[in-house]
């Protein structure tokens, strides 16, 4: 059960997102010792070189509101912010980081990409203990949806477990509501 799931998840990265926005459910960065960081790739599936893909990534925190999770650099030094806008050649990619301006905190939400081209979308989780990578593991981007079905897998025996995460897309400040039914 597992290797279909695993096989399912990747062929759902490598789908090709035409001009619409996707949501990232879960978005972390930061933690103290126990460290978390997210990746985000972004792939251009448009051959255009003189005419760049371009995508926006906007961070939200749990309410809807802008959240400072996106790394930005510049020659002053990195720091963190909200929105993110990349233009990606064709058939090129473009890397977007977590940040945050106090890595000690765990600063956690979810991310918004937008697209007015053709893109596919990845994204990463490292956990580390101090230096140390003890995990790395990916999440399905999503458009936003009012049904869905997911294979997931609970094998206490070993230790595998699938997780499922929820953004309300909705305003700020409305409410949804959630009915999940399992079958064996």
Known sequence: MATRALLIFS??????????????????????????????????????ILNPT????????ADGNPADLLLQSAITGDSAV??????????GTAVVKSFSNDPGQLSQGYVKIS????VSVEVIFNIFAGDSLLTTTSILPTAPTAAATLLVNVD???NVV???A??????????????ATVYD
Not at 16 to 26: F, I, K, N, R, S
Not at 54 to 61: I, Q
Not at 115 to 118: F, I, L, R, V, Y
């Open 11 to 48: 062929f759902f990265f490598s789908a090709a997102l035409a001009q619409t926005e996707v949501y990232v459910p879960q978005f972390a960065h930061g933690g103290g010792f126990t460290n978390i960081s997210t990746t985000i790739t972004i792939v251009s599936q448009d051959d255009g």
């Open 54 to 61: 371009r995508a926006t990534v906007e961070s939200f925190d």
């Open 82 to 91: 909200s929105e993110v806008q990349v233009e990606i050649p064709g058939r």
């Open 115 to 118: 697209s007015e081209g053709s």
């Open 156 to 158: 206490a025996d070993a």
């Open 162 to 164: 699938s997780s499922v």
């Open 166 to 179: 929820a953004v309300n897309s909705i305003n700020a400040g409305e409410t949804a509501e959630i009915q």
